[in-house]
């Protein structure tokens, strides 16, 4: 189960701390505390809503604990993932906005998570995602726009 929430995990990991070494250990703490604490899921079904919870919370940990994982805005990536220029350019613009809209983008358009269930993830109630969601694509329209004149054309609505 863990190996099909790998590239969700990684992403919503990367959305948060931008750091690849930040992320490695984000992800290995994640596994570590599912494995130790599996008991406390009451349906497998909701596995993944589970384990993206377990990594959202071990993320904040790390940005409060240890500021050397202060997103730096450093978008390379492994060598074997072949990234287009507009994918780079867009996630510049998403690391512009606040943590809490960059993941809920995150987890709905590149996630294709429905939002109950990013309510469920987050903690927070789904009439909250709707108004950060909404919040974060006024904003990237707004920075998209400034960027280039539309060299991304990407419908976030």
Same mark, same amino acid.
């Given at each position: 189960?863990?190996? $099909?929430?790998?590239?969700?995990?990684?992403?919503?990991?990367?959305?948060?701390?931008?750091?690849?070494?930040?992320? $490695?250990?984000?992800?290995?703490?994640?596994?570590?505390?599912?494995?130790?604490?599996?008991?406390?899921?009451?349906?497998?079904?909701?596995?993944?809503?589970?384990?993206?919870?377990?990594?959202?919370?071990?993320?904040?940990?790390?940005?409060?604990?240890?500021?050397?994982?202060?997103?730096?805005?450093?978008?390379?990536?492994?060598?074997?993932?072949?990234?287009?220029?507009?994918?780079?350019?867009?996630?510049?613009?998403?690391?512009?906005?606040?943590?809490?809209?960059?993941?809920?983008?995150?987890?709905?358009?590149?996630?294709?998570?429905?939002?109950?269930?990013?309510?469920?993830?987050?903690?927070?109630?789904?009439?909250?995602?709707?108004?950060?969601?909404?919040? $974060?694509?006024?904003?990237?329209?707004?920075?998209?726009?400034?960027?280039?004149?539309?060299?991304?054309?990407?419908?976030?609505?």
């Amino acid at each position: 189960m863990i190996k $099909a929430t790998e590239g969700t995990m990684y992403r919503v990991a990367k959305s948060i701390l931008h750091s690849e070494e930040g992320v $490695a250990d984000a992800i290995q703490d994640t596994i570590l505390k599912s494995y130790s604490s599996i008991t406390s899921l009451r349906e497998p079904r909701f596995f993944k809503t589970w384990i993206i919870r377990i990594l959202i919370n071990r993320c904040h940990q790390m940005l409060t604990s240890d500021r050397r994982f202060v997103p730096l805005g450093d978008w390379i990536e492994s060598v074997e993932e072949a990234v287009s220029y507009e994918s780079v350019e867009l996630q510049d613009v998403l690391n512009r906005l606040k943590v809490d809209h960059r993941v809920i983008v995150t987890l709905y358009y590149l996630e294709d998570i429905p939002i109950n269930d990013i309510a469920e993830m987050l903690q927070i109630p789904a009439g909250t995602v709707k108004s950060r969601l909404s919040a $974060a694509r006024k904003q990237l329209v707004i920075l998209l726009r400034s960027e280039g004149e539309g060299r991304i054309s990407y419908d976030f609505h």
